[in-house]
């Protein structure tokens, strides 16, 4: 597997048009906005204040979140660096490659957070504990 660092995620400004009488839209395209080819879609909202979100790593699997509503950040988190990010633009993503911890805190009132993933969902690519994540790492 690949080293990855907090330094191989990094925000995607995603494609926005705009029409004064119709609002705003903005695109997603496998393999050409976002470097993967999406396999599921979902969606966190209705989280409690205070509350966090994730705490876990992929093993393989890599995202794109948005703030499809309101704003959260996002810290991740390699082993050895950590960084942080603010969401709060509709029409950005923070890419984010496997073997990245991620935790995601400070929800807004009424926010969605959007993930796009590369892979379906499985037990087995996640790593939820830290210890295991920092093993995992060092391999």
């Known amino acids: 597997m690949k080293q990855t660092t907090v330094y191989d ?24 906005t976002i470097p993967f080819s999406i396999k599921r879609i979902y969606y966190l909202y209705d989280i409690p ?5 994730g705490s876990h790593a992929h093993k393989e699997l890599c995202q794109l979140i948005i703030a499809a509503s309101g704003s959260f950040s ?17 029409y950005q993503g923070l890419y984010l ?31 939820r504990n830290y210890t295991e994540f920092i093993y995992f790492k060092k391999r």
């Open 49 to 53: 204040g205070g509350e966090n979100r």
């Open 97 to 127: 490659v496997s073997g990245i911890w991620r935790e995601l805190h400070n929800f807004s009132s009424g926010s969605v957070c959007l993930v796009l993933a590369s892979e379906i969902y499985d037990e087995n690519d996640y790593i």
């Open 74 to 90: 996002v810290t991740i988190d390699d082993g050895n660096h950590k960084r942080t990010f603010n969401l709060n633009r509709n």
């Open 9 to 32: 995620c990094s925000i995607i400004e995603l494609d926005r048009h705009h029409s004064y009488r119709k609002g705003d839209i903005s695109v997603v395209e496998n393999n050409k």
